[in-house]
């Protein structure tokens, strides 16, 4: 069984710039969500998404947006990247109705 | 608008002692809580799960408890050993909810010292 897998493990961007990152669902699994971490803080949800669809959304602006691929893979994308948008972005798998998530190892990403 | 605490912030303590962590949460119509640790700039590791209609979940040397009348997880740490040292966040999970969104505490950041 393959755990959920995230990429890159570390970026740098600018301030302005677009990120896009990358998930791989555990198999079997057929919801993706997103959180965003913070230095020192709990994660924070940022949405999820079921059958290529956004199925809930977080406290997050327009510019935080979402992919799922028929193989249940996900992408997050974020435009106009700000300093507060470093953090550790975490990917989670579940299987709908069953609700347990199984995280991946995130993806830091520092904005300067 | 659920809220989830935990207290303490950090805590040290010797190899061997037995502990608790606490987690509170305001809004007490949930359907989960989870309990994850998470080692420095890493992931989340799930290590119990407890429905809402369950009152405790144990899993070797970790024993969760539930009591959504009064609002509050603990999590129990028998024997702790310098590998428990993580940081523990608790996640409740609301009842009907869209899409199974978790709400987390800040997290206990634990130490334990040889």
């Known amino acids: 069984e393959t755990g959920v897998t995230q990429s890159p493990t570390h970026l740098i961007k600018t301030r302005g710039q677009q990120v896009t990152l990358r998930c791989s669902s555990q198999?079997?699994?057929?919801?993706v969500s997103w959180y965003q971490q913070a230095l020192g803080q709990g994660p924070q949800f940022i949405f999820q998404?079921?059958?290529?669809?956004?199925?809930g959304r977080g406290n997050f602006p327009p510019r935080f947006s979402g992919l799922q691929f028929p193989n249940y893979s996900s992408e997050l994308n974020v435009n106009a990247l700000e300093l507060d948008d470093s953090a550790l972005y975490l990917c989670?798998?579940?299987?709908?109705?069953?609700?347990?998530?199984?995280f991946g190892p995130g993806t830091r990403l520092t904005v300067t | 608008k659920q809220e989830v605490t935990q207290i303490p912030a950090a805590l040290s303590v010797p190899e061997g002692e037995n502990l608790v962590l606490n987690c509170s949460f305001t809004?007490?119509?949930?359907?989960?809580l989870q309990w994850f640790r998470q080692d420095p700039g890493k992931g989340l590791t799930s290590l119990l799960l407890?429905?809402?209609?369950?009152r405790e979940q144990t899993s070797g040397r970790l024993n969760a408890s539930l009591d959504k009348s009064s609002g509050r997880s603990t999590l129990y740490i028998a024997a702790s050993q310098p590998g428990d040292s993580a940081t523990y966040l608790c996640?409740?999970?609301?009842?009907?909810?869209?899409?199974?969104?978790?709400?987390f505490g800040q997290g206990t950041e634990l130490s334990v010292k040889p």
């Open positions: 198999s079997g699994h057929n919801t």
């Open positions: 407890i429905q809402s209609s369950q």
């Open positions: 809004d007490s119509a949930i359907y989960n």
């Open positions: 996640a409740v999970r609301r009842r009907g909810n869209q899409g199974g969104k978790l709400i």
């Open positions: 989670a798998s579940s299987l709908i109705g069953v609700y347990e998530q199984y």
């Open positions: 998404y079921y059958r290529e669809e956004e199925n």
